[in-house]
């Protein structure tokens, strides 16, 4: 059974740095054909993909959101962490840890996500 | 501005047929398979529909996907309360280097 668990602080300051852990589970982040995607849904609005590290330690950004974001991932640990510098109240939202493959569009397992709040 | 259009909402009653159009251009749905998720209220999205029209396993053949140049469509046929969620089209657009979201549609069985 595939499962991705995020955790992190659930408030933060504005011009903080958010660190997100996305730890998985019935897959190996060295699977070839697998990746691991962050995506936003701030409260009641739409999606935003944000960012997405593959198994080759290959990383694409939100060109919105590059200089902000840091992807990197551990397979010994079986997490992915996700670094979002300077935080503002506007990145309010709850935060999705997804597995994905080589279309970046896929995503077929989501974990439960984790509201984070900036504020101060 | 969006880069993919969605309508804010959709209804119908029980047993209808509703369609959610997905409006983009040549450099996402012009270019790359469209998908839909479907976000039930309180749950994380689900995915729906994978290269245009495909099903994944598990997911009932009275929802269907289709596109044609730059816009995509999802189908429900034989609306059950069950299937009121938010539905999201999502592609690749070149420009952006991304994946790209819809607005999102609100589908209300009445």
């Known amino acids: 059974q595939v499962t991705l668990k995020e955790s992190g602080p659930a408030l933060v300051k504005p011009t903080e740095t958010l660190t997100l852990t996305c730890t998985v589970s019935g897959f190996s982040l060295n699977n070839a054909r697998m990746g691991v995607a962050w995506i936003r849904q701030p409260p009641g609005k739409a999606l935003e993909w944000l960012a997405r590290?593959?198994?080759?330690?290959?990383?694409s950004y939100s060109t919105s959101l590059k200089n902000r974001l840091t992807i990197s991932k551990d397979p010994s640990k079986s997490q992915v962490v996700l670094t979002m510098t300077n935080v503002d109240p506007l990145d309010t939202a709850r935060y999705y840890c997804?597995?994905?493959?080589?279309?970046?569009?896929?995503?077929?397992?989501w974990g439960q996500g984790i509201l984070v709040t900036v504020s101060s | 501005q969006p880069v993919l259009t969605q309508p804010p909402s959709e209804s119908g009653t029980p047993g209808q047929r509703v369609t959610i159009s997905c409006s983009g251009s040549?450099?996402?749905?012009?270019?790359?398979?469209v998908y839909w998720y479907q976000q039930v209220p309180g749950m994380a999205p689900k995915l729906l529909i994978y290269?245009?029209?495909q099903r994944p396993s598990g997911v009932p053949d009275r929802f269907s996907g289709s596109k044609f140049g730059t816009s995509a469509s999802l189908a429900i046929n034989g609306l059950r309360s069950g299937d009121e969620a938010d539905y999201y089209c999502a592609t690749w657009d070149d420009s952006l280097s991304g994946v790209v979201f819809g607005r999102g549609t609100k589908v209300t069985v009445l």
């Open positions: 040549s450099s996402n749905i012009g270019s790359y398979y």
């Open positions: 590290i593959f198994s080759n330690d290959v990383k």
């Open positions: 997804v597995r994905t493959d080589y279309d970046p569009t896929w995503f077929d397992a």
């Open positions: 290269g245009n029209d």
